[in-house]
């Protein structure tokens, strides 16, 4: 059995905590986009500690994901897991020996819990995202995508949790403030999922096992999140209510799978 929450999700930051529940458990964190006292106060929140984390596994450089990695690694001797692309791209600092490279396709045993990375399109050096398992239950988290590719969907085949980037309305984008160069990279083929884009994979993937969709990396300006739990809903078939939106101060409450 897995249980995950997310600390909090948008472009303020991105961190999910994954659990694999047993007699030793296995606890992890999918990015650590949040400052390190912001972090340990929403792992507080979680019941936690930094103490409680056995690896930290960082999908790609921006600020919203690669956040205190560093500093949280170095000061609790946690390892840390990132593609060799994403680690070049922030400087290559030194990890006092925690630096683990992840790579596509290239499972990660923590024991009690694999982790598989996988290519995505998204404007980073060498961006991964990826699925989590403990042998039976499947999460998928994808925060960051700019489209949805073959390779990706292969990944995404029978999981029974799926965090997916919900990041923004097509209309609200065209008619926000932003400047036309950032319209274009956010609505882009390498820059953050659609609504629209997103409800397309959930209809891809559902499946009589799937439990929960967490609609994850909302915009604060282009997107509303009951609009997401409308559009998310009808493409899953179920109530709004069963969306679960990431907040970005708050996340999601635990999970069960
Ligand atoms: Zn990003
Ligand atoms: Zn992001």
Redesign the pocket.
Known sequence: MLRFKSLGS??SG?CTVVESMGIAPMRVLIDC?LGLKHLSARLGEAGLQPEDIHAVFIT?E?G??IGCARSLSLRYRIPVWMSHGTHAAIGAPDFDGLLHTARDGKAIDLGGMQITPFTVPHDAREPLQLTCTDGSAKLGIL??LGHATAHVMEHLTACDALLL?CNHDTDMLAQSSYPPFLKRRVGGQYG?LSNTAAADIARAVIHGGLKHFVAA?LSAQNNRPALVQELMAEALSCGAHDIVVARPDAGTPWLHI
């Open positions: 948008g472009s991105n986009g790609h921006h919203d994901h925060t960051d980037e953050h990396h």
